[in-house]
């Protein structure tokens, strides 16, 4: 397979996977669970969502290790299991990816607010991201996503450039909408996250998550407005709403499809999904691409 | 410039050691605590509130403010007596069972503090009995519950239900809040009110408590 990078400055456009937490919980991944922890009890359920994504036609396959830092997996007294966890992990879609993807190891927020804010230390949360980076070493690609504190993000983008410097590191962050214009809820605007993730050592920098494709059409936008770099999109699949105490995403495959040829205008250079998405919507996205 | 201005000004600056020593000074000069509360410390926090509804400031700065706070508050807390802490309500807090985001439900507990309500803040992953029983025995009107999960919205209308087992769902009222919350959800499961950000948490909290 040729190299990520390569495809990308080429200006291909690559077709990421989409979410997930909401697919493990349409498998019944049960409240009060940790989903990391699935890997290792249910290894084939993992599998069978890398599988899918993979026949959806998605170019990147995300590891279920959002919450697999040490310092994320204390929350449920897991922080020991780190290393198995993430290496598992990279494993099952390795071999599932079997050369027609590229496997890419997430990373998200620790849940901790970093000094002085709140009362975690910057080299706490380093520690906790070494471990977490220095066990994906089978993983084509690392993807540190949905930060908001740009001082978190650059953490984890730095400690995986460290533990796996052959790597490229892909980092995304979460806006939203403000009068100002589009800021993450610890105040980092576009052009600063740019700067920032890009001076830490990312390779591909963009967004994930959100308020829905439109808006992050308009972020996308403004990240290729300020940077040459290639650009990461995973929006969700619009705000989740509660309908007879079942959730519902309301923007469906047909929405991303729609919408797919606007987010390549815009500037997305990887277009995949977050919460909400299912392999029907990559699968419509990767139509649209093709 | 008037001692509880600066105090005011210092807790909307973030700066904790400031609001404590002020605090102190307002204290040693014999000015009532809770004139101290309100116009110094919660006259801040609302600024804070206004500011950070307006997308002006954002968390790190909330949380600054909250410390400072905090600084002034705990130096007050000794001055009122049990029964006598000045509080326009009680309010049970808590992220439901099943759930471990907390950073939304922190800053409407912030909020409510910062708005002179007693808040009783259970943590994140709490059982629904866990949030009745608390209102229960510290009589509190109110319970505050939050998610970011979908899939915990059930453990929300467990609560109410018991609540209505129980016979109190009069007495006690319920304010739901967290992403995939909307008033429609709310309404679903027979919630008092539906709280759209932390931002108006407090405007909402006031409606159905009354005050």
Redesign the interface.
């Known amino acids: 397979m040729k190299l990520l990078l390569d495809r990308l400055q080429a200006g291909e456009i690559l077709v990421g996977d989409g979410a997930i937490g909401?697919m493990l919980?349409a498998h019944g991944?049960?409240?009060?669970q940790c989903p990391d922890m699935i890997t290792l009890e249910e290894p084939d359920v993992i599998a069978a969502i890398g599988r899918e994504y993979l026949e959806a036609g998605a170019e990147l396959l995300t590891t279920n290790t959002f919450g697999a830092s040490p310092a994320k997996l204390a929350?449920y007294g897991l922080d020991d299991r780190a290393e198995e966890i993430n290496r598992n992990a990279v494993a099952i879609l390795r071999e599932v990816a079997a050369g027609e993807a590229y496997v890419s190891a997430s990373c998200g927020p620790s849940?901790r607010?970093l000094e002085?804010?709140?009362d975690t230390s910057e080299e706490e949360l380093y520690a906790s991201f070494e471990r977490q980076m220095s066990a994906v070493t089978d993983a084509d690609v690392i993807c540190v996503e949905t930060m908001?504190d740009l001082r978190e993000a650059a953490l984890a983008v730095r400690a995986a450039k460290a533990m796996q410097p052959d790597k490229p590191v892909m980092a995304t962050m979460t806006f939203d909408e403000?009068?100002?214009g589009f800021?993450?809820?610890?105040?980092t605007s576009v052009t600063d996250a740019i700067a920032g993730l890009l001076e830490a050592g990312a390779d591909v920098v963009g967004s994930n998550c959100g308020n829905g494709l439109e808006k992050m059409i308009e972020i996308a936008g403004e990240f290729r407005a300020a940077t040459s770099s290639p650009v990461l999109i995973q929006s969700n699949a619009g705000?989740?709403?509660?309908?007879?105490?079942a959730?519902h995403y309301q923007e469906g495959p047909d929405f991303f499809a729609e919408h797919t040829p606007d987010m390549i205008a815009a500037g997305a250079s990887i277009i995949g999904g977050c919460c909400g998405t299912t392999p029907d919507h990559i699968r419509a996205v990767r139509k649209v691409i093709q | 410039m008037d001692l509880l201005k600066e105090i005011s000004e210092s807790l909307q600056k973030g700066d904790d050691a400031k609001v404590g020593e002020l605090t102190q000074k307002a204290i040693d000069e014999g000015m009532v605590p809770k004139e101290i509360l309100d116009d110094g410390l919660i006259a801040g926090m609302d600024v804070i509130g206004k500011r950070f509804r307006a997308h002006e400031i954002f968390l790190p700065d909330v949380l600054l403010s909250a410390r400072a706070m905090y600084a002034g508050m705990d130096l007050l807390k000794p001055l009122f007596l049990r029964d006598e802490v000045p509080s326009i309500g009680k309010v049970v807090l808590g992220t439901v069972q099943g759930d471990l985001h907390d950073i939304g439900k922190n800053l409407v507990s912030i909020m409510l503090k910062g708005a002179g309500f007693e808040v009783f803040d259970l943590g994140k992953d709490v059982p629904p009995e866990v949030f009745v029983d608390t209102a229960e025995r510290e009589e509190a009107g109110i319970i505050g519950m939050s998610t970011l999960l979908t899939t915990t919205a059930p453990a929300m209308g467990r609560v109410i239900e018991i609540l209505k087992e129980r016979g109190l769902n009069d007495k006690i009222k319920t304010i739901v809040g967290g992403a995939p919350v909307s008033q429609d959800l709310a309404n679903e499961i027979g919630a008092d009110a539906y709280g759209y950000d932390a931002a108006n948490a407090v405007d909402t909290v006031r409606g159905i408590a009354g005050v």
């Open positions: 909401s919980i991944l049960e409240p009060g929350d849940g607010i002085p804010y709140g908001s403000t009068p100002r800021f993450t809820i610890m105040g705000q989740p709403v509660l309908v007879k105490g959730v």
